[in-house]
């Protein structure tokens, strides 16, 4: 008995050797038919004797290329036809599209084999790929996914290239950016200005220039990274100057494992995690005399680290014998990454004093990851190269929804179906460069998805660029969600979760609903709506943002806040040390309201706690003191726990922290070390949380957890809060493929608008 079946296989089937699979397994089962790429996905039809046909769509799925991702197969009977072999036909076009392009990936150990391969024709060819690894979203114009409609378009392939891209049993048959020394993308070597430099060998070029100290921009796969020798301590000042850095850590891309190994501990998950072919950043402990120069990651105790992921990293890093290289995102502070060859010299003359630039052009901006490998499993930090544009799988269908993210670290989302596809990390919104990147990520995520919005989520904050984009679009339901209650339901989504939840959402800042700024709040909530159950009593932030780059502010505002005007007999170096006119006008300012909204915010209560300490009194990058206080913290052995006050008013619970105050200043007065000063705090802060879970489970019948909102990716407080609600019994859901912080809040934002209209 003779059968044909036609199967619609949807996902992400295109660009990952999908095809050439699908023809093997047919060809190995003696059957005939075709496949096409289709804007759906593929689609193959195939014949042959029936029982040989239910085999093939047995295993179809089964054998699938690791870079595959089925989300759906629709099978149907179809009449018998008269081919005698199986052929892959033309891509199909028109239809809706509803395919995805996969996430850039690592190159493969096949391919690195071929580069250092003296004999192969590739060898040291800076862009050699195959179906199993390279660019894919960076260079992807339209769908399908197919060399015309990518950046590779302008590179015809030569006889050797063409010939591997049409046979069927080569590892490169239809790799789209498949390239060589003859006919593909090449590297330029130019100055500070953009001239060209004549040279045979730029890598030697470049590599001379590290080792002599320069800085060198180095156009990679989704954008230009700034480089510099990690153990050239001038080389690394030059950059972080240049840079308008002020503190924040470098990431640096190791030359291999073992490099690694010399600068960080390692375990069995993080080993596993740097050598995926999605390549994140990922944070780890820095070794003790880590051949390492101070500057790369001043004061930190944990090293992001890297390792090469394009053939050009793996040449540059083996033909100068590097450890590590800075490899930082090429941009000014704040800034979008630079992708444009022009665009680099322009934004970045200031900062390289060269450029090692290529003629493939990279289409979209796409920031590295960064993740942390911890006890629990991967944590994103920052969800970019390497996962964007692979969908997340929604437990609930979605009409077609645009969330446009917060402020800082802004992502944004398009939901459609089952599945929300978050972008790649945009940045913080408050220049126009990255505005223009936020614009550009909204236009190319809906085209190559075709998902066309009928409402858009977007933050309660007025001022938010994202807001006042979203107010302004037209024919199209705009819901506003407040910035805690989408940090819940991200954590809420991102699990499965139904139902009610008390969700501690502790971060920064967040527009509330009474116009306060909240950010260390517990709320009742479900997907349609949320109750505030608690929030850290207010005080003021004196200078609005000024309070945020200077945490003595809130140190003061905490201090007059508990304690009214005895403080400043104390003592402790924090008052003996204040500069008091400076001190007398914030004060005043507190005292009359001016300038100094309210806010319940955790984060500013971590600033607080940092400046009181005499650890830290202003601050150049967001979360500073607070990651400061964690590492400081998770040196002491555990010794105690401050007391915080927690009492019931009219509107619900309400978090004080006169007592936490006076016991610190007891342990300051006394000398206390800083190590278990900090310890105290955070342990005491995850009593006072876990206590408040309790209460509201006893009035609400609630038992489950989600725990969102920045705060939550310092790791001490998290795993100690984590622990204490488990042995209470919460059942508690936490953030891992999805940031923790302002990076998911647009998965929370698209479900909640979702959901109000489905
Ligand atoms: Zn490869
Ligand atoms: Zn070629
Ligand atoms: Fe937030």
């Not at 019994?729 to 998911?744: C, K, L, M, N, S």
Request: net charge neutral; charged share 20%; glycine share 8%.
């Amino acid at each position: 008995m003779q059968a044909r079946k036609e199967i619609r296989v949807s996902g992400v089937v295109q660009g990952v050797g999908f095809r050439p699979y699908v023809f093997r397994l047919a060809t190995e089962l003696d059957l005939s038919g075709t496949i096409s790429n289709t804007s759906t996905g593929v689609t193959i039809e195939i014949q042959g004797p029936t029982e040989l046909v239910d085999h093939f769509v047995l295993r179809l799925p089964r054998e699938a290329p690791a870079l595959a991702r089925i989300t759906g197969v629709a099978i149907r009977e179809v009449p018998c036809k008269g081919d005698h072999t199986f052929r892959i036909l033309a891509s199909l076009t028109g239809d809706p599209v509803r395919t995805w392009i996969s996430a850039d990936i690592a190159i493969c150990e096949d391919c690195l084999q071929e580069l250092f391969d003296p004999a192969d024709r590739r060898y040291l060819y800076p862009f050699i790929n195959c179906t199993n690894c390279g660019p894919r979203f960076t260079i992807v114009r339209d769908i399908p996914y197919d060399r015309c409609r990518t950046s590779m378009d302008r590179f015809p392939m030569c006889g050797a290239c063409r010939a591997e891209y049409e046979d069927i049993h080569n590892r490169r048959f239809h790799a789209q950016p498949n390239a060589c020394w003859k006919c593909g993308p090449q590297l330029a070597w130019w100055d500070r200005q953009g001239h060209r430099i004549a040279t045979s060998d730029p890598v030697r070029e470049a590599t001379e220039q590290l080792r002599k100290g320069e800085v060198v921009a180095v156009k990679g796969l989704g954008g230009f990274h700034l480089a510099a020798d990690a153990t050239n301590p001038s080389a690394v000042e030059r950059l972080r100057q240049r840079k308008g850095r002020g503190e924040k850590p470098f990431a640096v891309m190791a030359a291999d494992l073992k490099a690694t190994l010399s600068l960080c501990d390692v375990d069995d998950d993080a080993r596993i995690v740097l050598t995926s072919r999605q390549r994140p950043i990922v944070l780890l402990p820095k070794k003790k005399g880590a051949m390492l120069a101070e500057a790369v990651a001043p004061g930190q105790g944990d090293l992001g680290v890297l390792l090469p992921y394009t053939p050009l990293h793996h040449v540059l890093l083996a033909k100068g014998q590097f450890s590590a290289l800075v490899m930082t995102s090429g941009n000014l502070s704040e800034e979008p990454i630079a992708i444009d060859n022009q665009e680099a010299v322009a934004r970045l003359a200031g900062v390289a004093d060269f450029f090692l630039v290529h003629d493939r052009d990279v289409l979209l901006r796409c920031d590295d990851s960064v993740v942390r490998s911890g006890r629990r499993g991967l944590q994103q930090l920052r969800r970019s190269r390497g996962y964007v544009p692979a969908p997340l799988e929604l437990h609930h269908t979605l009409p077609a929804v645009l969330a446009v993210g917060g402020e800082l670290k802004n992502t944004i989302c398009l939901a459609r179906g089952n599945l929300a596809f978050l972008s790649q990390h945009i940045g913080d919104l408050e220049n126009v460069e990255s505005f223009t990147f936020f614009l550009e990520a909204i236009e190319h995520l809906s085209s190559i998805l075709e998902i066309e919005p009928k409402i858009i989520a977007y933050d309660l904050h007025p001022d938010y660029l994202s807001t006042k984009w979203a107010l302004a679009q037209q024919n199209v339901r705009l819901v506003g969600i407040q910035h805690h209650h989408a940090h819940i339901a991200s954590c809420m989504e991102e699990n499965g979760v139904e139902g009610r939840v008390i969700g501690l959402a502790l971060d920064g800042a967040g527009y509330g609903t009474d116009g306060t700024i909240w950010g260390g709040e517990a709320l009742l909530a479900d997907y349609s709506g949320f109750e505030r159950a608690a929030q850290l009593a207010y005080v003021r932030m004196p200078g609005g943002s000024a309070a945020i780059r200077e945490p003595w502010r809130m140190a003061l505002s905490y201090l007059r806040h508990n304690f009214g005007a005895e403080f400043l007999e104390w003592e402790i170096p924090f008052i003996r040390r204040l500069n008091r006119k400076k001190a007398e006008t914030i004060l005043q300012m507190i005292d009359k309201g001016v300038n100094s909204p309210l806010t319940s915010s955790c984060g500013r209560l971590f600033d607080a706690v940092a400046a009181v300490t005499g650890l830290r009194q202003e601050v150049n990058y967001e979360a500073q003191a607070a990651m400061e206080l964690e590492m400081l913290g998770r040196r002491a052995t555990h010794t105690g726990a401050y007391p915080f006050d927690l009492r019931r008013t009219s509107t619900g619970w309400e978090i004080g922290t006169h007592a936490l105050f006076l016991a610190m200043i007891e342990d300051l007065a006394g000398g206390e070390a800083l190590e278990t000063i900090s310890r105290r705090f955070h342990s005491g802060l995850v009593a006072v949380l876990a206590r408040l879970a309790c209460f509201l489970r006893e009035e609400s019948g609630v038992n489950k957890v989600c725990l969102s909102g920045g705060v939550f990716q310092n790791t001490l407080l998290l795993e100690q809060l984590l622990g204490d609600l488990q042995a209470a019994e919460f059942t508690v859901f936490t953030h891992r493929q999805v940031p923790a912080g302002d990076g998911g809040l647009s998965l929370g934002q698209a479900v909640v608008a979702g959901r109000s209209v489905s």
